[in-house]
């Protein structure tokens, strides 16, 4: 769930990694837009989820013939075409899954906004009758035999669960020079705006799926940046919720301090009827208890396009400085919310950037933790962390073709949790970027929500150097447990970025008011048109 691998320049590339700016290319004549090969039109491109509920409501509109339309658009884009390579696996019930939403909906009996409506899962969450594998082959054969509480959140609100997206492999969290995208089982999945470029991670699936319409939402999962970065450079909106308010039971874990599912959509809208889905306290999941106010949410009645007339922002230019076409975006971005009615005030974290090393311990530490005991309840031969690396060891040719397992190396070679070492690292790194950092800026300046530039362009795919980009706003928010929202701001040369809006503990109703507002302003998405590669040329 992490987003990136470390960098051996960086104590941790989980948070803004801030190197210097690479060279502007050489001026010269702008080249031409390269082609996009013919592909044939789809009737639901950027549809929403209420406009196609509506079309279902009106019978116009069957979920079992829109599903069929998912799953001949993946057929023309995904396995065939560009070759997007965004769905490793698709569920072989969906259509029956839909013709039963539809029965329902004759009798008289929908469930609710996402009655019948395709939605495509990161492939770390358990879901029957697909494999849960992380990627890898080792888990290829791995089915779950039960679905994780938020598939089964899904199901209850009449979703048709489509497929499984591909990843980085486990999460991207097996070495520190990994090409993000990339799994043993899955391969690579592109970006849909430059089939050249990286489409982050390790949510990438998830996010050039629902960016390409292969879907009509879909969940991904974060431990540091795997919902806000694929998001933001495929010009989704992705919701990272507060830890503890959607379930981490059924899904393959990295960190219990900081992982989290979300949505990741074309909207603020979809994305927030899918965690109003989502979101409930799971008496299995240790974070569920800390919501002082277990009170179900309706985070579509938040949906308001004035909700920055006398809201107070914060920008966070502590994380600006790593990509000038990316900040000159967000200044855009900026003066949107000032013309919208928010007062902008600049605002810095006492505490920048000294969660980095805690967390990074803390994230050996509890994957090995919560690996082992995830694989000790899964039909699988492989029960332990060691058990893998021997495995990627024995296949090295499938697995370790272009980077190795440096990070499980790392993990193993730690103690339980009960080590005062984790404990330490666990205390810091939560301090540190909660009360001590997003906590005393939102206090200092009275703010209701702090916002930065969510990630730089997506960079090419490297698989001999792995990845290489140049920083990202989104760290602090991850390593606190606090919710985060990326929205489209604009693009970078054909490649979207995003504008990230981070606030404390549970603020995600406040978070998503000023999210939409925004969206209602800017407009700024785009759909992607399938390009080979991107063209320099200047910016306006």
Same mark, same amino acid.
């Given at each position: 769930?992490?987003?990136?691998?470390?960098?051996?320049?960086?104590?941790?590339?989980?948070?803004?990694?801030?190197?210097?700016?690479?060279?502007?290319?050489?001026?010269?004549?702008?080249?031409?837009?390269?082609?996009?090969?013919?592909?044939?039109?789809?009737?639901?491109?950027?549809?929403?989820?209420?406009?196609?509920?509506?079309?279902?409501?009106?019978?116009?509109?069957?979920?079992?013939?829109?599903?069929?339309?998912?799953?001949?658009?993946?057929?023309?884009?995904?396995?065939?075409?560009?070759?997007?390579?965004?769905?490793?696996?698709?569920?072989?019930?969906?259509?029956?899954?839909?013709?039963?939403?539809?029965?329902?909906?004759?009798?008289?009996?929908?469930?609710?906004?996402?009655?019948?409506?395709?939605?495509?899962?990161?492939?770390?969450?358990?879901?029957?009758?697909?494999?849960?594998?992380?990627?890898?082959?080792?888990?290829?054969?791995?089915?779950?035999?039960?679905?994780?509480?938020?598939?089964?959140?899904?199901?209850?609100?009449?979703?048709?669960?489509?497929?499984?997206?591909?990843?980085?492999?486990?999460?991207?969290?097996?070495?520190?020079?990994?090409?993000?995208?990339?799994?043993?089982?899955?391969?690579?999945?592109?970006?849909?705006?430059?089939?050249?470029?990286?489409?982050?991670?390790?949510?990438?699936?998830?996010?050039?799926?629902?960016?390409?319409?292969?879907?009509?939402?879909?969940?991904?999962?974060?431990?540091?940046?795997?919902?806000?970065?694929?998001?933001?450079?495929?010009?989704?909106?992705?919701?990272?919720?507060?830890?503890?308010?959607?379930?981490?039971?059924?899904?393959?874990?990295?960190?219990?301090?900081?992982?989290?599912?979300?949505?990741?959509?074309?909207?603020?809208?979809?994305?927030?009827?899918?965690?109003?889905?989502?979101?409930?306290?799971?008496?299995?999941?240790?974070?569920?208890?800390?919501?002082?106010?277990?009170?179900?949410?309706?985070?579509?009645?938040?949906?308001?396009?004035?909700?920055?007339?006398?809201?107070?922002?914060?920008?966070?230019?502590?994380?600006?400085?790593?990509?000038?076409?990316?900040?000159?975006?967000?200044?855009?971005?900026?003066?949107?919310?000032?013309?919208?009615?928010?007062?902008?005030?600049?605002?810095?974290?006492?505490?920048?950037?000294?969660?980095?090393?805690?967390?990074?311990?803390?994230?050996?530490?509890?994957?090995?933790?919560?690996?082992?005991?995830?694989?000790?309840?899964?039909?699988?031969?492989?029960?332990?962390?060691?058990?893998?690396?021997?495995?990627?060891?024995?296949?090295?040719?499938?697995?370790?073709?272009?980077?190795?397992?440096?990070?499980?190396?790392?993990?193993?070679?730690?103690?339980?949790?009960?080590?005062?070492?984790?404990?330490?690292?666990?205390?810091?790194?939560?301090?540190?970027?909660?009360? +001590?950092?997003?906590?005393? &800026?939102? @206090?200092?300046? %009275? $703010?209701?929500?702090? *916002? !930065?530039? /969510?990630?730089? =362009?997506?960079?090419?795919?490297?698989?001999?150097?792995?990845?290489?980009?140049?920083?990202?706003?989104?760290?602090?928010?991850?390593?606190?447990?606090?919710?985060?929202?990326?929205?489209?701001?604009?693009?970078?040369?054909?490649?979207?970025?995003?504008?990230?809006?981070?606030?404390?503990?549970?603020?995600?109703?406040?978070?998503?008011?000023?999210?939409?507002?925004? +969206?209602?302003?800017?407009? &700024?998405? @785009?759909?992607? %048109? $399938?390009?080979?590669? *991107? !063209?320099? /040329?200047?910016? =306006?």
């Amino acid at each position: 769930m992490r987003r990136l691998p470390l960098a051996l320049a960086c104590t941790l590339l989980l948070a803004a990694c801030q190197p210097a700016t690479p060279p502007a290319p050489p001026a010269a004549k702008p080249a031409a837009t390269p082609a996009a090969a013919a592909q044939p039109a789809f009737a639901f491109e950027e549809a929403s989820i209420a406009d196609l509920q509506a079309k279902m409501a009106a019978g116009t509109l069957t979920s079992r013939a829109l599903v069929q339309a998912y799953l001949d658009r993946i057929a023309a884009i995904d396995r065939a075409g560009p070759r997007l390579n965004a769905v490793i696996e698709l569920n072989p019930d969906a259509l029956k899954e839909a013709e039963a939403r539809d029965a329902e909906r004759q009798a008289g009996k929908p469930r609710g906004p996402l009655h019948g409506i395709p939605v495509l899962l990161k492939d770390n969450i358990d879901a029957t009758p697909m494999a849960n594998s992380a990627g890898s082959l080792a888990l290829a054969d791995h089915r779950p035999k039960a679905d994780a509480f938020l598939v089964a959140r899904l199901r209850a609100a009449g979703a048709v669960i489509l497929g499984k997206t591909n990843l980085s492999e486990w999460a991207n969290f097996r070495s520190t020079r990994s090409s993000s995208g990339w799994s043993g089982r899955g391969g690579q999945t592109k970006n849909p705006y430059a089939l050249d470029r990286n489409p982050c991670g390790s949510s990438s699936g998830t996010g050039t799926a629902v960016a390409a319409n292969l879907a009509a939402a879909g969940i991904g999962t974060e431990t540091d940046g795997s919902i806000i970065c694929p998001s933001a450079v495929a010009a989704l909106v992705g919701i990272k919720p507060t830890v503890g308010l959607v379930s981490r039971s059924g899904i393959i874990p990295i960190s219990v301090s900081q992982d989290t599912a979300g949505p990741m959509a074309r909207s603020v809208a979809d994305a927030a009827a899918l965690l109003t889905a989502i979101a409930a306290p799971d008496p299995a999941d240790p974070a569920a208890g800390e919501r002082k106010d277990p009170t179900p949410i309706d985070y579509t009645a938040h949906l308001k396009a004035d909700a920055l007339k006398g809201a107070r922002i914060g920008v966070l230019r502590q994380l600006m400085g790593y990509h000038p076409d990316t900040d000159a975006q967000f200044e855009r971005a900026v003066a949107a919310l000032k013309a919208a009615g928010a007062t902008v005030v600049d605002a810095r974290l006492p505490s920048f950037r000294r969660w980095d090393a805690p967390e990074m311990d803390v994230l050996l530490y509890e994957f090995k933790d919560g690996l082992n005991r995830y694989l000790a309840g899964a039909d699988t031969p492989y029960k332990t962390l060691a058990d893998l690396i021997a495995y990627n060891k024995a296949h090295a040719a499938q697995e370790m073709p272009y980077f190795g397992q440096e990070l499980f190396e790392q993990a193993q070679a730690k103690g339980p949790l009960t080590e005062p070492a984790y404990r330490r690292a666990r205390d810091a790194a939560r301090r540190l970027a909660g009360p +001590e950092g997003i906590d005393a &800026a939102l @206090r200092q300046h %009275k $703010l209701d929500a702090l *916002v !930065a530039p /969510a990630m730089s =362009p997506a960079w090419p795919i490297d698989w001999i150097n792995g990845d290489h980009f140049t920083g990202a706003g989104y760290g602090v928010a991850a390593v606190a447990r606090y919710p985060s929202i990326t929205v489209p701001m604009g693009q970078v040369h054909g490649l979207p970025v995003g504008i990230v809006f981070m606030g404390t503990a549970w603020s995600e109703p406040r978070l998503i008011e000023l999210a939409y507002a925004y +969206e209602q302003a800017s407009r &700024a998405r @785009r759909p992607p %048109k $399938l390009l080979p590669t *991107v !063209a320099y /040329a200047p910016l =306006p």
